[in-house]
Nanobody, 125 residues
Framework: QVQLVESGGGLVQAGGSLRLSCAAS????????MGWFRQAPGKEREFVAA????????YYQDSVKGRFTISRDNAKNTVYLQMNSLKPEDTAVYYC??????????????????WGKGTLVTVSS
């Protein structure tokens, strides 16, 4: 059992930055791979970034490579998503998710075992 709570969303102008945080509790945080997903209005939920249990492997959606960085601090039971050079097309509800099995490839939403409630990111043009 894992509980996840996202924070850090808000309204920013294009070109700006935000850092999302996801605080975990329950199951030992270091035993779970973590991912960020997003869902824009009228769109399917899509993968954004993921990080392995030990933080040694990361995966990114092509559209965010070079702009977003996922990281984790297992001592704080927290995963982060640093978002730079934000674009209007990044506007979405961002969800934190956990996967118990090892992360060996880019995950899809159905691969994740636990989800947070999401935090809204709005990027104005």
């Amino acid at each position: 059992q894992v509980q996840l709570v996202e924070s850090g969303g808000g309204l920013v102008q294009a070109g700006g930055s935000l850092r999302l945080s996801c605080a975990a509790s329950g199951r030992t945080f270091s035993s779970t791979a973590m991912g960020w997903f997003r869902q824009a209005p009228g769109k399917e939920r899509e993968f954004v970034a993921a990080i392995s249990r030990g933080g040694t492997r990361t995966y990114y959606q092509d559209s965010v490579k070079g702009r977003f960085t996922i990281s984790r601090d297992n001592a704080k039971n927290t995963v982060y998503l640093q978002m730079n050079s934000l674009k209007p097309e990044d506007t979405a509800v961002y969800y934190c998710a956990a996967m118990v099995k090892p992360l060996i490839s880019t995950p899809s939403p159905y691969n994740m075992d636990y989800w947070g409630k999401g935090t809204l990111v709005t990027v104005s043009s």
